[in-house]
């Protein structure tokens, strides 16, 4: 088994980051145009705890290496993960765990992310991933998927928190904006009503 892990800082408020993160496989994300699909499966509150719990499918082209292709014969060209969040108001956390749906006989994948404040304007990205090959006694091989696995994190991570960036960059501009078009409405409404008078 080889682990990778991953924490970055962004320069936005929780809310803003919970917010975002279900923005984060749009349009606004040039660097996620993997994701073909991501579908909801279950949403349900927790009346208890206030925990949104969503389970969701998500769908990826993946460009395999010629020689992993070999060994896993051939390759669709796609994979899917499905991944459970849970959104904690209350303690300001949002937690994912994805899992590998698609060659989960050969490589198994587990992935926690968390989300939390550092302080009222940065929030904390941790990310860890399990990858365990399981293709028997044969370790070299063994360690070659899961070396490739591994750098395909790395990489992904570099283009993840890019991309992530821009959708938060792109959701404050439109929070904002919407803001200041609700203010004219009520500004706009408040004059009309001293006009009636």
């Known amino acids: 088994m080889k682990v990778f892990s991953n924490t970055v800082t962004f320069n936005y408020s929780w809310e803003e980051v919970s917010t975002a993160n279900w923005r984060k496989y749009s349009p606004w994300n ?3 145009n993997h994701v073909t699909a991501v579908d909801t499966i279950s949403r349900t509150v927790d009346p208890a705890t206030g925990i949104l719990k ?3 499918l ?17 390759c669709t060209g796609e ?6 969040s849970y959104v904690d108001p209350s303690n300001k956390t949002v937690t994912m765990v994805s899992q590998n749906l698609t060659w989960s006989n050969l490589i198994n994948v587990q992935e926690t992310v ?7 304007h940065q929030t904390q990205f941790v990310q860890d991933a399990k990858i ?7 370790q070299r091989i063994k360690n070659s998927i899961e070396d490739t696995l591994v750098t395909r994190f790395h990489d992904n991570a570099i283009k993840g928190k890019e991309g992530f960036e821009a959708v938060l960059e792109m959701s404050r501009r439109v929070f904002a904006e919407e803001r200041e078009r609700e203010k004219l409405r009520v500004m706009q409404a408040g004059g009309q009503l001293q006009m009636a008078q």
């Open 58 to 74: 998500i769908t990826c082209k993946q460009s395999a290496p010629e020689w992993l292709k070999t060994i896993m014969g051939g």
């Open 114 to 120: 968390v989300y939390k404040p550092l302080n009222g």
């Open 132 to 138: 365990t090959a399981l293709c028997g006694g044969w």
């Open 54 to 56: 969503t389970e969701r």
């Open 30 to 32: 040039e660097k996620c």
């Open 79 to 84: 994979s899917q993960v499905f991944e459970t």
